[in-house]
């Protein structure tokens, strides 16, 4: 069983689209993240929910939208898609915030987005 | 502005020799400082981590020396396998606040059959 899986796995599109890229963690786990790993493979939070709530949202473009329908989900919308957006998105999940332990973050397979 | 520095940036060991990778940060408040793996097409996974009331983590082959007063912290891998060919990234992130993860830039290790 996969715990954190993200679709599409690959995503080519042109400039100035809208694109949509969805994850899902199956572990039970309150909190998600979205990340982007530029091509120098630095990686770097922009979105991060705790039970649907959002409790980091980093200097990101407002053209970037994460939506978490339920604890279990937490999608990144993208509009008006800009060349410099090319680079792989990883969604990841850990247990709660609320716990107070360090906790690990489970990273998805990512999304590698080529924008044209 | 990278609030934790990694390097080298890249490395070739030999198998079964010893790769090292230094970390450094600046912000005190950090108290979690796990570092990721990841392989080529994948996500990061967690190998090992440590927090601050401790200087030194072994898990297998890999350990974590940390050094509070340097704010420094690093990862060694024993006897290097061509297997551990891989992506390492160090990270901090503060427990009692947002878990938000600080990486390191990452240091792509080869090892040499």
């Known amino acids: 069983d996969t715990a954190v899986s993200q679709t599409p796995k690959y995503l080519v599109t042109q400039m100035g689209n809208d694109k949509s890229i969805k994850c899902e963690q199956n572990?039970?786990?309150?909190?998600m993240y979205w990340y982007k790993q530029d091509s120098k493979k630095f990686l770097k939070i922009m979105f991060s929910?705790?039970?649907?709530?959002?409790?980091i949202n980093e200097t990101v473009p407002n053209r970037f939208s994460p939506k978490s329908p339920d604890k279990a989900h937490l999608n990144l919308h993208i509009n008006s898609l800009e060349l410099g957006d090319s680079a792989v998105y990883f969604c990841?999940?850990?247990?709660?915030?609320?716990?107070?332990?360090?906790?690990?973050?489970?990273f998805g397979p990512g999304t590698r987005l080529t924008v044209l | 502005q990278q609030q934790v520095k990694q390097s080298p940036q890249s490395l070739i060991v030999q198998k079964g020799g010893i790769s090292i990778i230094n970390c450094a940060y600046e912000?005190?408040?950090?108290?979690?400082f796990p570092w990721y793996q990841q392989f080529p097409g994948k996500g990061p996974a967690l190998l090992i981590a440590?927090?601050?009331?401790?200087s030194e983590k072994k898990e297998g082959r890999f350990t974590i020396s940390f050094n509070k007063s340097a704010k420094q912290f690093s990862l060694h891998i024993m006897d290097s396998q061509p297997g551990d060919s891989a992506t390492y990234f160090c990270a901090a992130s503060r427990v009692s606040s947002d878990y938000k993860l600080s990486f390191g830039a990452g240091t792509t290790v080869t090892v040499r059959a």
């Open positions: 929910y705790n039970n649907k709530e959002l409790i």
């Open positions: 912000n005190t408040a950090f108290d979690y």
């Open positions: 990841a999940s850990t247990l709660s915030l609320a716990s107070g332990e360090s906790d690990t973050q489970y």
């Open positions: 572990l039970g786990h309150d909190t």
């Open positions: 440590i927090r601050p009331d401790v």
